[in-house]
């Protein structure tokens, strides 16, 4: 079977079409291939949500919203959604405006509520708003700020109360304060100034102490060593009887102090052999005779000793 020209040309316009309207209701949301229930819902106020805006059930998209009109007799705002069919709205369920990012862009977020009774189809859900972003942080921010007043309102009056406490005098001494605390801030810099300076003698100080140390460490031993001879002679000394030896040498003390006495009072050999002048005399008398005779028989010795040589005696006169 042939078509003609005008035919093909005329399915083929159909097919667009039908192509066009079905994109076009696929990008606003609707589902040509799947039947949806309708649902309306009246609030006081939209806040610009729009048609074909999405209708979420935890985040996830299951339906659009189908039209928005002023209702004549109370004034409030119908909205009329499409759901999905697969989606089981049961009875208690609501339908709450609120804001899905920080640009304000409106949604419908289908609450479901718990049971088994689904909703008829066209039926009216409660309608709910949901504050945004904005309206919670000014909701926050509103009593923080009542609070920021009343602190600086406190504020300022410890600050009158301080400053009438402040009189010319007080003042005059906190600025010498000032003065002397700028003055000590300038000697505390020079003074880190020449330390900076010293730094280099300061690690050497430093080094000579580790080394030091070192030499210590390594001397431990010997340390140690010293120590316990040290321990030991003053164990020893402890231990000897110093006491009976003062005891003695005091005793010796006083005999060598007896004899001294004798010796002063002319008692006994000793102390008449140093203190009679006469015999003092007698010997030095003798002591020269002695030394005269020495002398003659170094100068004469035949006088005084005779050897006999061959049995020939000589004589000197």
Do not use: C, W
């Not at 050497?204 to 210590?216: D, H, K, P, Y």
């Amino acid at each position: 079977m042939k078509f003609s020209k005008e035919a093909r040309i005329g399915l083929l316009v159909a097919a667009a079409l039908l192509i066009f309207f079905a994109g076009f209701y696929f990008l606003k949301g609707a589902n040509l291939f799947s039947g949806e229930n309708e649902y309306y819902a009246y609030f006081d106020d939209v806040q610009g949500l729009q048609t074909s805006s999405a209708v979420q059930v935890k985040g996830l998209t299951v339906g659009r919203v189908v039209a928005i009109s002023l209702n004549k007799e109370d004034g409030k705002v119908k909205v009329q959604l499409a759901v999905n069919k697969k989606i089981k709205v049961t009875d208690g369920s609501a339908i709450k405006l609120a804001s899905s990012d920080l640009l304000g862009t409106k949604v419908l977020k289908l609450e479901i509520a718990a049971g088994d009774k689904q909703i008829v189809d066209e039926a009216t859900l409660p309608a709910k708003i949901e504050g945004g972003l904005i309206d919670n942080l000014s909701g926050e921010i509103a009593p923080l700020i009542a609070d920021i007043r009343h602190v600086v309102s406190t504020l300022d009056t410890v600050l009158l109360g301080v400053n009438n406490m402040l009189n010319p005098e007080t003042r005059q001494h906190i600025s010498n304060s000032v003065a002397s605390l700028d003055v000590t801030l300038k000697n505390f810099s020079s003074l880190s100034e020449k330390l900076n300076n010293e730094s280099n003698q300061l690690a050497s100080v430093i080094r000579n102490a580790n080394s030091i140390t070192t030499n210590l460490a390594n001397s431990n031993q010997q340390i140690t060593n010293i120590m316990k001879n040290a321990d030991n002679i003053s164990n020893q000394l402890a231990n000897a009887p110093i006491e009976q030896t003062v005891k003695d040498l005091q005793a010796t003390i006083s005999q060598l102090n007896g004899i001294m006495n004798k010796i002063n009072n002319n008692e006994g050999s000793l102390g008449m052999l140093v203190n009679d002048k006469a015999l003092h005399n007698n010997l030095a008398e003798s002591l020269k005779t002695l030394n005269a005779l020495m002398a003659d028989i170094n100068a004469h010795p035949s006088r005084y000793i005779n050897v006999s040589i061959f049995g020939r005696k000589n004589k000197n006169k």
